[in-house]
């Protein structure tokens, strides 16, 4: 008998790996894209994870919601002039009191140098200079922030279960390539 050729040609597997990659880059792009305020710009922006809940209200009309703890935000970082350009429901990144803070604009008073800013879930008001703006929050992920906590906090478990998902699957591999076989 002779033997046939080897097929040549992409595999079902192949396909199956090339498309899931495709659909989890597509899926992480998107996310970048949604949460950099719908732009793919890297210029001046600033990814942080917001650990409080000093921004976790009802606050639904203006174009940055309220968000609880454990939400990434992403931060563009704002020119003297663009300061200028803020408005009342912006959400800004701010130094108060030697403490990154991120509240809500509820006044702007350029003649004199400040806005006044407060947290969707406080009751205290703050009087931020200008110069003391980091940049303003154009988007949020709750989901990816909240995915950054649990792996922070669990990291052990993580890496264990990474371990044990990898030896298990060389443990497959090998079953399959007939490393455990009886034939002697």
Known sequence: MTEEPAKKGIGKKTIILVALVVIIASFCAYTFYDLNGRSFSLSDRQMLLIVTDSMDGNVTEYEIDS?????????????????LNIKVGDVLSFWYGGILDHHRVKEVHFDHGYVMTHGDNTHADEKVNLSDINGQVIGTNHWLGALVSFIKANFLIVIAAIAIIAIAGEIYRAYRNGVFSKEE
């Open 67 to 83: 968000f609880p703890a454990d939400t990434f935000v992403m931060i563009k970082h704002l020119s003297e002039e663009e300061k």
